[in-house]
């Protein structure tokens, strides 16, 4: 069983930064794609930031050149850097992993159990 566990959530004050560590374990046979989404109250899961397993990456348009994500492909952690945070960043970050859980099965979606993200003065 595949899991992902987030950790580096917290308040910060706008302009401030904070990096998102999201570790995968478990039945793993192999990742294809490591990704960040997040949910603000009244608002729908948006995708923040993707990587695939040959280290392209995509961003939402609110968040190119303030934040950046990375993979340790060696130990299955997918990080998330944001720098120059405002108020519209306040959200549940949630992480998620496209994977398979041995060669004869399909890629599948796990999901972390969400880290928040508060920006405020």
């Known amino acids: 069983q595949v899991q992902l566990v987030e950790s580096g959530g917290g308040s910060v004050q706008p302009g401030g930064s904070l990096r998102l560590s999201c570790a995968a374990s478990?039945?793993?046979?192999?990742?294809?794609?490591m990704g960040w989404y997040r949910q603000a109250p009244g608002k729908q899961r948006e995708l923040v930031a993707g990587?695939?397993?040959?280290?392209?990456?995509n961003y939402a348009d609110s968040v190119k050149g303030r934040f950046t994500i990375s993979r340790d492909n060696a130990k299955n952690v997918v990080y998330l850097q944001m720098n120059s945070l405002n108020a519209e960043d306040t959200a549940v970050y949630l992480c998620?992993?496209?994977?398979?859980?041995?060669?004869?099965?399909?890629?599948?979606?796990?999901w972390g159990q969400g880290t928040q993200v508060t920006v405020s003065s």
């Open positions: 990587i695939i397993s040959g280290g392209n990456t």
């Open positions: 478990g039945g793993i046979f192999s990742i294809n794609a």
């Open positions: 998620n992993v496209k994977a398979k859980s041995a060669w004869y099965d399909v890629i599948r979606d796990y």
